[in-house]
């Protein structure tokens, strides 16, 4: 083997030991062949085989529409006048804000048949925000076992708090009771966290964060003071999300991080904007609206690749009661020093591979100087 040929091997080598963690990525988008091109919250359903949006019908009423991934048998499932958005598609039912009664945002809930159409939480709470396409709140969530839903709402003095609330509407609590306005909860694969947005202790700039359901653990996960909105958790622990390539950015893309908050990179190089990211509950299916310059907007599909493993089933958690609500239990220096740390570990690794590789190189031009 000669000098050159074993260099380009051991180079190959710590590239892919550097990449192979959490190297999720989408192959095989395409776009679906709908009438449709003023669309948006664009959701996978569970098996990743059919899509929900939110359209207008030919009354130019906003409804909720389904269609095969394929694009074939589109069927509309509501027929009311009432605007709606923030579509959540659960192992069983649909979730979605709509107006009540008493004209505040709530959720509903549907089959995914269109039978079924309900409100979900009789009180007198908003449990949504209104702004088209960008919605500030985010969508409701589902648990993957299709449980629990965590929503954003207002607390006592009208911050936007996370809540989670049962299957069947009973058992509202908060998750945690800090001093920060917090919006677009998504679930964990198992149940146990939330990603969510909310602002640092000292600035008031949108950041990723996740906590336990239990209400600790609360943990920053970016420092890059961009806006960020609709966090989903992908498979393998990676999180998507809609942001911007920086501050003076306008077209708002998908980006991916890992759990930690390490490896930000965009997900999709691809289009003039993008929104609604969604993966099936295996992780396998993923689906976005794709945008072009013009406005129209295309809901493309694709293959998520790069899985180690399937998503873990998990058991499902009813609550009985509300408990008290975790005060924060992480400072902003340990979030700090924790982040820090990830990072030191991360490129004392990339150093110690680095450093393999040099003796291998040095290793190999001192037998072919002793073979001369």
Avoid: C, H
Wanted: glycine fraction near 8%.
């Amino acid at each position: 083997m000669s000098k050159i040929s074993s260099a380009g091997i051991s180079i190959l080598i710590l590239l892919i030991l550097i990449n192979s963690a959490n190297a999720i990525a989408v192959e095989n988008i395409k776009k679906l062949d709908i009438p449709e091109t003023d669309l948006w919250d664009v959701v996978l359903s569970p098996e990743g085989t059919r899509l929900a949006f939110v359209a207008y019908d030919e009354k130019s009423t906003q409804q909720i529409f389904v269609v095969n991934t394929d694009g074939t048998g589109e069927k509309k499932l509501t027929d009311d006048t009432n605007k709606k958005w923030g579509l959540a598609w659960g192992k069983d039912k649909m979730a979605y804000i709509s107006f009540g009664k008493d004209g505040l945002e709530k959720i509903f809930v549907i089959n995914p048949d269109g039978t079924g159409n309900a409100q979900l939480i009789l009180d007198n709470t908003r449990q949504g925000d209104f702004e088209r396409y960008m919605v500030a709140w985010g969508a409701p969530s589902w648990g993957p076992d299709g449980s629990l839903l965590a929503y954003t709402s207002l607390d006592e003095i009208a911050n936007p708090k996370i809540y989670i609330v049962n299957a069947d509407g009973t058992g509202k609590r908060l998750v945690m009771d800090d001093s920060f306005k917090q919006w677009s909860p998504s679930f964990s694969p198992d149940t146990k966290s939330i990603v969510y947005v909310s602002y640092p202790e000292t600035k008031n700039k949108d950041e990723l964060f996740t906590v336990e359901i239990s209400g600790i653990a609360r943990k920053q996960l970016t420092f890059d003071e961009i806006k960020k909105n609709y966090p989903v958790w992908g498979p393998d622990g990676t999180i998507v999300f809609v942001s911007y390539e920086n501050v003076t950015s306008s077209g708002e893309k998908l980006f991916a991080i890992n759990r930690d908050g390490t490896n930000k990179r965009m997900f999709i190089n691809a289009d003039y904007k993008q929104r609604n990211p969604s993966f099936s509950l295996d992780g396998r299916k993923f689906a976005y609206a794709a945008i072009d310059i013009a406005g129209n907007v295309k809901i493309a599909v694709g293959d998520a690749t790069g899985i180690k493993a399937e998503t873990a089933t998990t058991t499902p958690v009813i609550i009985t009661a509300a408990p008290t609500p975790a005060k924060t239990a992480v400072t902003p220096a340990e979030i700090a020093q924790t982040q820090e740390e990830e990072e030191g570990n991360g490129v004392w690794i990339i150093m110690v591979l680095a450093a393999s590789v040099i003796l291998i190189l040095v290793a190999i031009a001192l037998k072919d100087y002793f073979k001369k």
